[in-house]
């Protein structure tokens, strides 16, 4: 890493050597104690030795930093956007490292919820910073479209072509509208094919379409055309992006405790659902009246049946024989689980035993709660017969959909104190790099801006995202594993990386307009956000399997982004 980093400031500063150069004039029919010296030439003779058109020739450019190659020149700027782009995306791939060997030493929790989420966002959070901080104001105004630029190229980026892309790499064959892992035959067939994610992943989904509140309320002004409420507006939406940023560290530290809660719930629902199937095919008659409603003559015959030494009372090894002729598709359940679960649920008076009184209000509480699962699930009660059945399959596929391998747990890594020294180390260089040279590529892209004449946004757009994102070809390489789950930790990492991008980077963006009053005139770029977070988290809020058709949809996102943005500021004028 060393090297790579001292080879590049090698070579800017050999390029830097390229800069216009003048002699001495030399004529022929001068003694040569007459030559001059140069020194008292005003103007460079027409017989000088100068260099043209050097690749970062300029007089009114001023050096970066005082060392760095100083140009105005389009192959200059174009030199100066791929190193310093490059530098940026070195810095997010030391930031990644280095929270990945954190996260295996520490766990999940504060680290994995609050810090890594933040440091992934610095490379973005500088670029924005330095668009906005540096020069007067007007210089201020004229740059920081770059930041909003980096902004909304990031979001409609990783929603567009990572998004299409992980749909291509990651599809895999789809029986039963499920993805089957790491079997792919059907080549690329547009319906056949694709990927499947769990349940978290739309939750993921939901929670970047509510990241764009804070957008919706800086825009409010505008929307209404009162524009003296601006600043007001700015303030409101920079208090709601810190707080949502509050929110989400939260909810991500403790999402490992809620994802094994839901779990747990779903692995309750499932024995409810086994259970009762088992009772049907032990009653003596049907279990359910026509109605649906609990059949108390047979349930009360069925608990008869049940009391294995007529007690009248159901213990837990009258449970464990019911349980024990039930093949539970998930190993995680065993028998003492779930016997536990029934007490819980039927033993109201707590005295470790279910009498028949008991046992009926139980069975009846988890009819009705199947009632209430079917109703929701087909916005009607099914037949009496299928009830039952319906409930079984549901409860399976959610308990598939929240299944975790709980691959989050604390690794036993050897030499501690080593790797979290390199990670600490990989950590620090990854903020310097990002922090040294944010301002250089801001810079470098407005310069390339006014020599070409093409809107610094829409440079910053296409190009500032791939430069700042290095989970790219990691997230990549992860979903090429054509798994369930990771296509959807993959695809939950785009979502979450919209999500910091919505809260995070807009509250930095926001705070620089604020406090430099800058003028708010990106009504556009904004639109051009929301549409795609909405559009995109509506798929993936409500459908957890994606064909492979929907990947060329996405892509075709991007072009059209940058469209409308084109047609609403230059021809509709919105800015």
Same mark, same amino acid.
């Given at each position: ?6 080879l590049?400031l090698?070579?800017i500063?050999?390029?830097?050597q390229?800069?216009s ?6 004529t022929?029919?001068?003694p040569l ?10 103007t460079?003779?027409?017989?000088s ?16 930093y ?13 030199f ?24 295996q ?5 504060i680290?994995g ?12 959070a ?9 020069g ?10 770059v ?6 190229g ?17 599809k895999c064959?789809?029986?039963?509208s499920?993805?089957v ?12 094919s694709?990927?499947? #994610?769990?349940?978290w992943?739309?939750? $993921?989904?939901? =929670?970047m379409v509510?990241?764009? *509140?804070? +957008? &919706? !309320?800086?825009?409010?002004?505008q929307?209404?055309? #009162? ?5 007001l $507006?700015?303030? =409101?939406?920079?208090?709601?992006a *810190?707080? +949502? &940023? !509050?929110?989400?560290?939260?909810y ?8 094994r809660?839901k779990?747990?719930?779903s ?6 659902s086994? !259970?009762?199937?088992q009772?049907k095919?032990?009653?003596l ?7 649906g ?9 069925l608990?008869?049946?049940l009391?294995?030494?007529s007690?009248?009372?159901?213990s837990?090894?009258?449970?464990r ?13 065993n028998i003492?689980e ?5 007490m ?8 470790s035993?279910i ?22 699930e ?6 009496s ?8 399959k549901?409860?399976k ?10 691959d ?18 990989l ?13 250089p ?9 006014t020599?070409?004449s093409?809107?610094?946004f829409?440079i ?5 995202p ?8 990691s ?14 930790l ?5 979502y979450?990386?919209v ?7 807009l ?13 708010w ?9 929301v ?10 809020s409500?459908?957890?399997t994606f ?11 991007y ?5 409308l ?10 800015s």
């Amino acid at each position: 890493m060393a090297k790579k980093l001292t080879l590049l400031l090698l070579a800017i500063l050999l390029l830097q050597q390229a800069s216009s150069g003048e002699s001495r004039s030399i004529t022929n029919d001068l003694p040569l104690s007459m030559v001059s010296d140069g020194v008292l030439e005003k103007t460079p003779k027409p017989n000088s030795i100068w260099l043209p058109g050097s690749l970062f020739s300029s007089d009114s450019c001023d050096q970066t930093y005082g060392f760095l190659p100083c140009t105005t020149t389009v192959l200059g700027n174009t030199f100066l956007i791929i190193v310093y782009g490059y530098l940026m995306f070195l810095s997010a791939k030391l930031l990644s490292n280095g929270s990945e060997i954190l996260l295996q030493i520490l766990g999940p929790g504060i680290v994995g919820g609050f810090f890594l989420p933040l440091l992934s966002s610095i490379p973005d959070a500088t670029i924005i910073l330095a668009s906005g901080l540096s020069g007067d104001t007007e210089t201020a105004q004229s740059q920081v479209s770059v930041g909003m630029g980096l902004l909304a190229g990031s979001n409609v980026m990783l929603l567009t072509i990572l998004w299409g892309t992980c749909l291509l790499v990651g599809k895999c064959d789809l029986e039963n509208s499920v993805a089957v892992d790491q079997k792919d035959e059907k080549l690329f067939s547009l319906t056949g094919s694709g990927v499947s #994610t769990d349940i978290w992943t739309s939750y $993921a989904a939901r =929670i970047m379409v509510f990241s764009i *509140i804070p +957008f &919706v !309320i800086v825009q409010l002004p505008q929307v209404f055309h #009162t524009t003296s409420d601006n600043r007001l $507006a700015i303030l =409101i939406s920079l208090i709601v992006a *810190i707080c +949502f &940023v !509050i929110a989400y560290s939260l909810y991500q530290i403790f999402q490992p405790w809620i994802q094994r809660r839901k779990l747990a719930l779903s692995k309750h629902k499932h024995v409810m659902s086994e !259970i009762l199937i088992q009772l049907k095919t032990h009653a003596l008659g049907r279990l359910l009246t026509n109605d649906g409603d609990p059949n108390k003559v047979v349930i009360e015959k069925l608990f008869k049946t049940l009391d294995q030494d007529s007690d009248g009372y159901l213990s837990t090894a009258d449970l464990r024989s019911l349980i024990i002729g039930i093949q539970f598709d998930d190993t995680d359940i065993n028998i003492d689980e779930a016997i536990s679960q029934v007490m819980r649920d039927f033993d109201t008076s707590h005295d470790s035993k279910i009498d028949v009184d008991e046992f009926f209000k139980g069975i009846s509480r988890w009819i009705n709660k199947a009632k209430r699962v079917a109703i929701m699930e087909r916005g009607k009660l099914p037949p009496s017969m299928k009830l039952l059945e319906d409930f079984d399959k549901k409860t399976k596929k959610e308990q598939d959909q929240f299944m975790d391998q709980m691959d989050e747990v604390v690794e036993d890594v050897k030499n501690v104190k080593w790797h979290a020294s390199k990670a600490v180390g990989l950590l620090l260089l990854g903020t310097i790099v990002a922090a040294v040279f944010a301002d250089p590529l801001v810079d470098a892209v407005d310069d390339f801006s006014t020599a070409t004449s093409i809107p610094s946004f829409f440079i910053s757009f296409v190009i500032l995202p791939f430069a700042s994102s290095s989970e790219i070809v990691s997230t990549l390489i992860f979903v090429s594993r054509k798994k369930q789950r990771t296509a959807s930790l993959a695809y939950s990492e785009i979502y979450g990386s919209v999500t910091m991008s919505n809260i995070l980077s807009l509250a930095v963006f926001l705070g620089l307009v604020y406090i430099r009053n800058l003028t708010w005139s990106f009504s556009a770029e904004v639109l051009v956000i929301v549409v795609v977070c909405i559009l995109m988290g509506a798929i993936a809020s409500f459908r957890t399997t994606f064909p492979l058709w929907m990947s060329l949809v996405s892509m075709l996102l991007y072009p059209l982004s940058l469209l409308l943005v084109y047609i609403l500021d230059y021809v509709f004028g919105w800015s």
